[in-house]
């Protein structure tokens, strides 16, 4: 990969894991996710990035994807699962993340947490996505859990908005 587009795309990752870093200090029971969607783009802009799409803020049984709008009334309660997932984009690469929060400690949460740390685990090279993934299945199910299988991936090439 060419010097200049991968510095970009470290860029992109730096001001990323920067901004969750931040975010995951101030996340609390009684926070609109419009005020949390806000602060995150806000801090992406200020440090030199783009947004790669709006921040999501899914709660609960909400999978992934919702977008807090408007007067959105939504609060983060004490026990609630708040997924977050927020994209960086510079010169059009991007960098993708998505973190779960919640208050308390949960089976939910931490068996993610642990699904998290055997993708980690995992990659190497010569590792599949398919053999990242087979490391998630596994941790997931070895907690008596399932798997969302229908959402899928993106690439991350350059786009050009």
């Known amino acids: 990969m060419d010097e200049k587009i991968l510095e970009k795309y470290k860029k992109a990752g730096r001001i990323n894991a920067e901004v969750q870093g931040e975010v995951k200090e101030l996340l609390k029971p ?13 801090r992406i802009l200020e440090k030199g990035g783009k947004l790669a799409f709006p921040v999501n803020t899914s709660l609960n049984v909400i999978a992934a994807h919702y977008v807090a709008q408007g007067n959105d009334p939504a609060v983060v309660e004490k026990g609630d699962l708040l997924k977050i997932d927020m994209g960086v984009r510079v010169d059009g690469y991007l960098s993708d993340s998505a973190f779960t929060y919640c208050s308390e400690k949960s089976p939910l949460a931490e068996a993610a947490e642990q699904a998290v740390q055997a993708a980690v685990e995992a990659i190497r090279p010569g590792v599949t996505v398919g053999m990242v993934s087979q490391a998630i299945e596994e941790t997931v199910q070895g907690a008596g859990l399932g798997l969302i299988v229908n959402l899928t991936g993106h690439g991350m090439e350059q786009d050009m908005f």
């Open 30 to 42: 009684g926070m609109k996710l419009l005020e949390i969607a806000e602060f995150i783009e806000r």
